[in-house]
């Protein structure tokens, strides 16, 4: 049985509790952050741990957790090789359900698990995803990885619903994200263009590699707002998250983009990517 970690505590999950009074449960007040694990580590912390402290700034929790020796034991407990480790702080669980911030005494729920899965060599990296649009209807605290994933779960419920494996989201006449990851395009002109990291989107971990690596590969890079018309006229399309790595985009609304197969330059930043990962 898989072990998670709670409060200070490695448990069995099934003996891992909750009060219904948590404040994530009640009001959505809890933060986040997911590592990919590769070759039996967790990959990228400091990234993370940056993103995590300012999530929790803007979600008003304070927490000093020593993650990274959590998370590493959590691993191993679990004889985790590849896939993900998530982490989740809450607002903790006051004695009853209000609105107001509770005191300062009550503590910070924190939970972590691992879950296994094969981000190397994923079909998806060989195929591709299908993707459709729709709009972004989510609330505007985006900057900060909180657990208000409602609308995700509805636009990916639709994706599937319509034969496509994500949605990326659009407001105000361009693009701003798909529903877990950041998207990106290479543009007619052999141009990465990719949102600004803005309180439109989530400011990416794996994005900030991505970035860095399409620099050193003498890719001009644009950060700013791209339409659906500049899409699908694209040469590539693809997306990056902690959870994904690097995945190729080749279907957006039944239409194919570029020759309708992963894109030559999103190959290599995906391969680029990965043994960055692996050495860090």
């Known amino acids: 049985m898989r072990i998670v970690?709670?409060?200070?505590?490695?448990?069995?999950?099934?003996?891992a509790k909750i009060s219904i009074f948590d404040r994530a449960l009640n009001f959505g007040q809890g933060?986040?952050?997911v590592s990919p694990v590769i070759d039996g580590r967790f990959r990228n912390w400091p990234h993370h741990a940056a993103r995590l402290a300012r999530s929790m700034a803007i979600a008003r929790i304070a927490d000093d957790t020593d993650w990274p020796a959590v998370?590493?034991?959590?691993?191993?407990?679990n004889g985790l090789v590849e896939g993900r480790v998530f982490l989740q702080i809450t607002g903790g669980a006051p004695a009853d359900r209000a609105f107001p911030l509770p005191d300062p005494s009550v503590s910070p729920n924190r939970f972590a698990f691992t879950q296994a899965d094969s981000l190397v060599e994923t079909p998806w990296g060989?195929?591709?995803?299908?993707?459709?649009?729709?709009?972004d209807l989510r609330w505007q605290v985006r900057s900060a990885k909180t657990t208000q994933l409602l609308y995700a779960v509805m636009m990916k419920a639709e994706a599937r619903e319509?034969?496509?494996?994500?949605?990326?989201?659009v407001e105000d006449g361009v693009i701003t994200e798909a529903t877990s990851s950041n998207a990106y395009i290479i543009d007619a002109r052999g141009v990465l263009?990719?949102?600004p990291v803005d309180h439109g989107v989530l400011p990416g971990v794996t994005r900030i590699s991505v970035m860095e690596i399409a620099r050193n590969m003498g890719l001009a890079v644009e950060e700013r707002p791209f339409t659906p018309e500049e899409l699908?006229?694209?040469?590539?399309?693809?997306?990056?998250?902690?959870?994904?790595?690097?995945?190729?985009?080749v279907e957006v609304d039944g239409k194919p983009i570029g020759n309708g197969g992963p894109?030559?330059?999103t190959g290599e930043l995906r391969a680029r990517y990965i043994t960055l990962l692996r050495a860090s």
């Open 5 to 15: 970690w709670l409060n200070g505590e490695f448990l069995p999950e099934d003996e």
């Open 193 to 195: 263009v990719s949102h």
């Open 126 to 135: 060989k195929n591709g995803l299908r993707i459709v649009l729709r709009p």
């Open 263 to 265: 894109g030559t330059v």
């Open 71 to 77: 998370l590493a034991e959590l691993i191993e407990r």
């Open 162 to 169: 319509a034969g496509a494996d994500d949605a990326w989201l």
């Open 31 to 33: 933060v986040y952050e």
């Open 232 to 249: 699908f006229a694209a040469r590539e399309a693809f997306i990056s998250g902690a959870g994904t790595l690097v995945l190729p985009v």
